[in-house]
């Protein structure tokens, strides 16, 4: 299967795993989806789950590789995943079945469930409530710095840089929702307007829009 960018393909590796790949990488040497490498030690207090209000039913609107709601699941909540880039999903989805499919980590699999399409679409059509919006916009990469893990830069070669990241922003703004967090950079600026709060940890930080806030209220405003 190829991607968005003609260089990146999903294809099967020599262990039987989906991954995705540029085109001219030996096969194996892609990046594939595999929970068990993903560290839960201290999930429940980490600054991902702290921020996204503890446990919950929580829509990770930007899924990627599945990272972030994997964690989010593992800290017991109740996982929507959404991500639009085709290529993208069916590594995920591999990764997710394989996953379902062992006992170690099934129990965790069962709490995250995929959704195929855009979250600027999909986040008004959601059913039922929702605890918290979770999304982590890709954001260009800093001049002069260090090259961006492999995983990183095959994402960004499918589906760039989230230009409509504001837009997103304001569709979960528009749900009943009371709780959105947007995943930066420590430098970076927020979103549109100051969040109510937020919560660093050692790589990024955490900003959210909650409750009564002046935050929440502004993007509503901007939304209706």
Same mark, same amino acid.
């Given at each position: 299967?190829?991607?968005?960018?003609?260089?990146?393909?999903?294809?099967?590796? =020599?262990?039987?795993r989906m991954e995705m790949a540029w085109s001219d990488d030996p096969c194996g040497h892609g990046v594939c989806v595999d929970f068990r490498r993903?560290?839960?030690?201290?999930?429940?207090?980490?600054?991902?789950v702290r921020a996204c209000g503890g446990r919950?039913?929580?829509?990770?609107?930007?899924?990627?590789?599945?990272?972030?709601?994997?964690?989010?699941?593992?800290?017991?909540?109740?996982?929507?995943?959404?991500?639009?880039?085709p290529i993208v999903l069916?590594?995920?989805?591999?990764?997710?079945?394989?996953?379902?499919?062992?006992?170690?980590?099934?129990?965790?699999?069962?709490?995250?469930?995929?959704?195929?399409?855009?979250?600027?679409e999909l986040l008004s059509k959601l059913r039922g409530e929702w605890t918290a919006i979770y999304l982590d916009p890709m954001y260009p990469p800093k001049h002069g710095s260090a090259l961006a893990q492999k995983s990183i830069r095959l994402v960004?070669?499918?589906?760039?840089?989230? =230009?409509?990241?504001?837009a997103l922003l304001l569709a979960a703004a528009a749900t009943r929702t009371q709780?959105?967090?947007?995943?930066?950079?420590?430098?970076?600026?927020?979103?549109?307007? =100051? =969040?109510?709060?937020?919560i660093e940890s050692k790589l990024v930080r955490y900003d959210i829009y909650a409750g009564a806030g002046r935050g929440l209220r502004t993007l509503r405003e901007r939304a209706a």
């Open positions: 299967m190829v991607g968005a960018d003609p260089q990146v393909v999903a294809r099967i590796d =020599p262990d039987g993903v560290s839960l030690r201290g999930v429940a207090k980490s600054a991902l919950g039913r929580i829509v990770d609107a930007t899924a990627g590789l599945g990272g972030d709601a994997w964690l989010l699941s593992a800290a017991g909540s109740d996982v929507c995943a959404i991500e639009r880039s069916r590594v995920l989805a591999d990764g997710l079945q394989r996953a379902r499919d062992d006992a170690r980590m099934s129990v965790v699999a069962a709490r995250l469930e995929l959704q195929d399409g855009d979250a600027i960004r070669a499918v589906v760039g840089d989230d =230009p409509d990241a504001d709780r959105i967090v947007v995943k930066r950079p420590h430098r970076a600026p927020s979103l549109l307007c =100051p =969040p109510d709060a937020q």
